[in-house]
């Protein structure tokens, strides 16, 4: 009897399906969450859930407008772009910005593409930014902590920088104003912790994402080279959300370990000229969407030699 099978690449596979990294993906957002339910309050649980609701049936309809299987809703991916977008948004955004943020995030930034696996750009970057450009109002609205004495901000940490009062423990716990998932490190760094042990993501992207970042914040961000508090620019803002759970998607960054990070300094540099030079106090989101686009180019370039080849 032959026990043999022949069969196309791969013939070394692991248990994990895309199902199942889309869903340790959310669970290792779920302290975030949690933590901004709890700093903010309700108004949080809101924009989470509606930011959900509306990726999935966004896609839903799309794939049946496409006369794809509906059932491909199911992989999870939808659920992690609905969870991301709204963890990019401030707390007491209006619903029907919510709609139009997951519509645009899952039509434009995945389905058009021919979805998931096809997309270039991280689908919910994609719905943040555009709700940025056309809202910049709403966007820029902020709540305070709901134990602050004042219910809104006027500004976050990274706005107010020049004048802060915050402490680095404020920072680190989300003690302040700002989008719903990027306010409490702590929560942050457990979920990376996750991601990590379990081998979903690896180190380079993030690590030469923040430590890019921190490192010419530190030469270029205070009086006089050398003097900038790279710590502050590590704790405020979406860098951590950034760099461990968006610049790490699969579809959207490089294969290679040079390639990813290469990309990571790239998103570093980008987002530490945007924050430090530019209009806008943050500039993790576009900084992540421009290197996107090179990603091609930089697995182009850092491919690895095939096995036997000899030049």
């Given at each position: 009897?032959n026990?043999?099978?022949?069969?196309?690449?791969?013939?070394i596979t692991?248990?994990?399906?895309?199902?199942?990294?889309?869903?340790?993906?959310?669970?290792?957002?779920?302290?975030?969450?949690?933590?901004?339910?709890?700093?903010?309050?309700?108004?949080?649980?809101?924009?989470?859930?509606?930011?959900?609701?509306?990726?999935?049936?966004?896609?839903?309809?799309?794939?049946?407008?496409?006369k794809?299987?509906?059932?491909?809703?199911?992989?999870?991916?939808?659920?992690?772009?609905?969870?991301?977008?709204?963890?990019?948004?401030?707390?007491?955004?209006?619903?029907?910005?919510l709609?139009?943020?997951g519509?645009?995030?899952?039509?434009?930034?995945?389905?058009?593409?021919?979805?998931?696996?096809?997309?270039?750009?991280?689908?919910a970057?994609?719905?943040?930014?555009?709700?940025?450009?056309?809202?910049?109002?709403?966007?820029?609205?902020?709540?305070?902590?709901?134990?602050?004495?004042?219910?809104?901000?006027?500004?976050?940490?990274?706005?107010?920088?020049?004048?802060?009062?915050?402490?680095?423990?404020?920072?680190?716990?989300g003690?302040?104003?700002?989008?719903?998932?990027?306010?409490?490190?702590?929560?942050?760094?457990?979920?990376?912790?996750?991601?990590?042990?379990?081998?979903?993501?690896?180190?380079?992207?993030?690590?030469?994402?923040?430590?890019?970042?921190?490192?010419?914040?530190?030469?270029?961000?205070?009086?006089?080279?050398?003097?900038?508090?790279?710590?502050?620019?590590?704790?405020?803002?979406?860098?951590v959300?950034?760099a461990?759970?968006?610049?790490?998607?699969?579809?959207?960054?490089?294969?290679?370990?040079?390639?990813?990070?290469?990309?990571?300094?790239?998103?570093?540099?980008?987002?530490?000229?945007?924050?430090?030079n530019?209009?806008?106090?943050?500039?993790?989101?576009?900084?992540?969407?421009?290197m996107?686009a090179?990603?091609?180019?930089?697995?182009?370039?850092?491919k690895?030699?095939?096995?036997?080849?000899?030049?």
């Amino acid at each position: 009897m032959n026990n043999l099978t022949v069969s196309p690449a791969p013939h070394i596979t692991s248990g994990q399906t895309t199902q199942k990294i889309m869903f340790k993906v959310v669970l290792a957002l779920l302290p975030a969450g949690l933590a901004g339910i709890y700093i903010f309050g309700l108004s949080s649980l809101r924009v989470i859930l509606i930011s959900i609701v509306s990726c999935v049936m966004s896609e839903a309809i799309f794939l049946k407008l496409r006369k794809r299987d509906p059932k491909a809703v199911l992989d999870g991916s939808a659920l992690l772009t609905g969870l991301l977008l709204a963890y990019n948004l401030p707390p007491e955004i209006p619903f029907w910005l919510l709609v139009v943020g997951g519509c645009v995030s899952i039509v434009i930034g995945k389905q058009l593409f021919g979805g998931l696996g096809h997309n270039i750009f991280n689908p919910a970057l994609v719905g943040r930014v555009f709700l940025h450009i056309s809202w910049p109002l709403y966007m820029t609205t902020w709540k305070n902590p709901r134990w602050a004495v004042d219910a809104v901000s006027t500004a976050t940490p990274l706005a107010n920088e020049g004048a802060r009062g915050f402490t680095y423990m404020d920072l680190f716990l989300g003690n302040h104003g700002g989008c719903i998932g990027e306010v409490c490190i702590a929560a942050l760094l457990i979920g990376a912790a996750f991601l990590i042990f379990t081998k979903i993501i690896s180190w380079h992207i993030p690590v030469s994402f923040m430590g890019t970042a921190m490192f010419l914040a530190w030469i270029f961000g205070g009086d006089g080279f050398f003097n900038g508090d790279f710590i502050f620019h590590l704790l405020a803002g979406g860098l951590v959300l950034g760099a461990f759970f968006m610049a790490t998607d699969y579809v959207t960054r490089p294969l290679t370990k040079m390639g990813k990070i290469i990309f990571g300094i790239g998103c570093g540099v980008l987002t530490a000229v945007i924050r430090l030079n530019g209009s806008y106090p943050e500039g993790v989101s576009y900084a992540i969407l421009f290197m996107n686009a090179m990603v091609p180019l930089i697995d182009r370039y850092t491919k690895t030699r095939k096995y036997g080849f000899v030049k």
